[in-house]
């Protein structure tokens, strides 16, 4: 069983550019979930998809947006970067869409914002 | 809101020590509650889980009981290894339709000492 995949590991971008983050989700998932993970604290829910459609969003504006592909597999797009989006990105997928499946995460991209 | 707290870090603790680390957490209806680990540059890893009250959730020597009249979650182990530094998180997973969002504690560094 394949578990949850990120690309890249790492990446580094200015302020004002646009950046993709991949995932591939575990094995017969799928529902994948994007969270937010700033220095020092809890991940923050980006949104989620199912069905190559967004399934619920957090508090976070347009210019995170995201696709959901035929094979489950996710990207994240950041548009106009600024300094406050430097974080670990992670990537969660689950089974269904009941809202009570248990995500299981990725290893992250590691995002800097110069 | 949903929301989750846990006990402030760091923890410091010698080898074979006694391991408690607190959360609670308000919400409304019955979350499934959650804890995830994370080691130094390395994504989330499901540790254990509970989704109703009395359930007691269990892992690698861990424990956690879901305690819906104290709205708690602790994490316990009898004998932590130097092997368990990490960052640990409580969650709770929010199901609001069929979009399920996890909300995370701004997590418990823990350090054992050989």
């Known amino acids: 069983e394949t578990g949850v995949t990120q690309s890249p590991t790492h990446l580094i971008k200015t302020r004002g550019q646009q950046v993709t983050l991949r995932c591939s989700s575990q094995?017969?998932?799928?529902?994948v979930s994007w969270y937010q993970q700033a220095l020092g604290q809890g991940p923050q829910f980006i949104f989620q998809?199912?069905?190559?459609?967004?399934?619920g969003r957090g508090n976070f504006p347009p210019r995170f947006s995201g696709l959901q592909f035929p094979n489950y597999s996710s990207e994240l797009n950041v548009n106009a970067l600024e300094l406050d989006d430097s974080a670990l990105y992670l990537c969660?997928?689950?089974?269904?869409?009941?809202?009570?499946?248990?995500?299981?995460f990725g290893p992250g991209t590691r995002l800097l914002v110069l | 809101g949903d929301s989750v707290t846990q006990m402030e870090g760091p923890v410091t603790l010698s080898e074979e020590a006694f391991l408690t680390i607190n959360c609670t957490y308000t919400?409304?209806?019955?979350?499934?509650l959650f804890w995830y680990v994370q080691y130094p540059g390395e994504g989330l890893q499901l540790l254990l889980k509970?989704?109703?009250?009395?359930d007691k959730g269990s892992n690698k020597g861990f424990e956690a009981t879901y305690r819906k009249e104290t709205t708690s979650f602790h994490l316990e182990k009898g004998s932590v290894q130097v092997s368990d530094s990490a960052v640990y998180f409580c969650?709770?997973?929010?199901?609001?339709?069929?979009?399920?969002?996890?909300?995370f504690g701004q997590g418990t560094t823990l350090q054992v000492k050989p």
């Open positions: 969660a997928s689950s089974l269904g869409v009941t809202g009570k499946e248990t995500q299981y």
């Open positions: 094995s017969g998932h799928n529902t």
């Open positions: 998809y199912y069905r190559e459609e967004e399934n």
């Open positions: 919400a409304t209806g019955y979350p499934s």
């Open positions: 509970a989704t109703k009250a009395d």
């Open positions: 969650a709770l997973l929010h199901g609001s339709g069929n979009t399920g969002k996890l909300i």
